[in-house]
């Protein structure tokens, strides 16, 4: 799949079919409209393209909300349903004052060389959110285009969305929260030095880099870590680290069974059960039993459903 880091990049092309979204988490509803978006590239025999945003619109307003994937995770996950091409749009003061009306002639129609639009039902765009499936449709005869609006699924009565998945997770509804992406839910990131104090205490951590100022898990949870092809069970840690004075949100696993040096690998850690909440402790000894406490329960959850490792 092509990466094209802004509009100015984009060469010129005879035809698309496109979507337009932040995508984040690429949950079941998302692939509804992904998979129609394919199959319709396939059958006219035009690239299909996905655009999406380096700074989402609502981070730029200021409703920064935690992400459910980082941007190279959604990036492969679009690869692997097979888009064409993943047209990366820096969503900033400029780009939020085109109307609507612009974007559409401008951009998709002029720059873009949109042939088939899909969008979902609550999709909006343009100055103010005044565009709409209804103005794309109204615009769509004269521009040469066709337009599909995609409706949200629905599961256990209920809407799926990123914002639904956020509330899930904050629980420790896994489960469901499975059911609703589609997959596991998981981080992954680049094992990085840290400040290596859980050996001190017989417990050394694995530190991922996972780079958000928001997480949509804070707390203590029994995680299976894949590393390469080999899948290992552990417990993490994913918040402040308050008793020692954090200030950063960090992801530290403890790998059961495991010696190995990664250092530098890209791992996934993938959440199976919350344990508990974060919490600042009187003393550092008070730490390390909590950490004998939160291993043993997530030994005990791994030999329940029968994985060891």
Known sequence: MELIRGLHNLKHQSGCVLTIGNFDGIH?????????????AKNKSIPSLVISFSVTPESFFG??????????????????????????IRFNKTFS??????????????????????IGDDFRFGKDRLG?????????????????????????????????IRKLLSHGDFKKAETYLGRP????????????????????????SIRRKLSPVLGVYSVLV??????????????????????????????????QEIYGEYVTVVFKQKNRDEF????????????????????EYFKSIGFLN
């Open 226 to 259: 894949k590393i390469n092809d080999t899948t290992y069970s552990g417990v993490c840690n994913i918040g402040k680290r308050p008793t020692i004075g954090g200030t950063k949100v960090l992801l530290e696993v403890f790998i059961f069974n495991f010696s």
């Open 63 to 88: 409703r920064t909300k935690a992400r459910l994937s980082s941007f190279r995770d959604k990036h492969l996950f679009l690869e692997s349903l097979g888009i064409d091409k993943h047209l990366l």
């Open 132 to 164: 709409d499936f209804s103005m794309l449709q109204e615009m769509s005869s004269e521009n040469g285009y066709l337009v599909d609006k995609i409706n949200g699924v629905n599961l256990y009565g209920q809407r799926i969305s990123s914002s639904a």
């Open 185 to 208: 839910f998981s981080i992954s990131g680049r094992v990085a030095h840290g400040e290596k104090m859980g050996r001190t205490i017989g417990f050394p951590t694995a530190n991922i």
């Open 28 to 40: 079941v509803g998302h692939q509804e409209i992904l998979k129609k978006l394919v199959s319709t």
């Open 280 to 299: 600042k402790f009187n003393s550092f000894e008070e730490l390390k039993n909590q950490i004998q406490n939160d291993v043993e329960k997530s030994k």
């Open 97 to 118: 004052e085109i109307s609507a009306e612009s974007f559409i002639n401008q951009t998709l129609v002029k720059k873009i060389g949109v042939k088939h639009c899909f």
